[in-house]
Nanobody, 121 residues
Framework: QVQLVESGGGLVQAGGSLRLSCAAS????????MGWYRQAPGKQRELVAT???????NYADSVKGRFTISRDSAKNTVYLQMNSLKPEDTAVYYC???????????????WGQGTLVTVST
């Protein structure tokens, strides 16, 4: 079983910064891609950023140039540095990981419980 635990959410004024962290724990072989998604009130969950095991990144157009995703593979941790935050960034942010449970390629899609980010005007 895999657990993803997020931290770092909170209330920040527009233009401010926050750093989210997500640590994976449990019994697994390795972690492939990790990423962040968000869900604003009344909206569907959307991709924010992903990073694969090789370090390649992908960002939603709405956060390019403001958010940076990174990972520490030794710690099974992914980070999201969020700068120049806007009120429209307000959402619950969820960590996601594609986890390989054995060397033969069996994988599962793990999600964290979510952390709330609120950006005030």
């Amino acid at each position: 079983q895999v657990q993803l635990v997020e931290s770092g959410g909170g209330l920040v004024q527009a233009g401010g910064s926050l750093r989210l962290s997500c640590a994976a724990s449990g019994s697994f072989f390795s972690i492939n891609a990790m990423g962040w998604y968000r869900q604003a009130p009344g909206k569907q969950r959307e991709l924010v950023a992903t990073i694969n095991s090789g370090g390649s990144t992908n960002y939603a157009d709405s956060v390019k140039g403001r958010f940076t995703i990174s990972r520490d593979s030794a710690k099974n941790t992914v980070y999201l540095q969020m700068n120049s935050l806007k009120p429209e960034d307000t959402a619950v942010y969820y960590c996601n990981a594609l986890v390989l449970v054995n060397p033969w390629g069996d994988a599962l899609d793990a999600w964290g419980q979510g952390t709330l980010v609120t950006v005030s005007t």
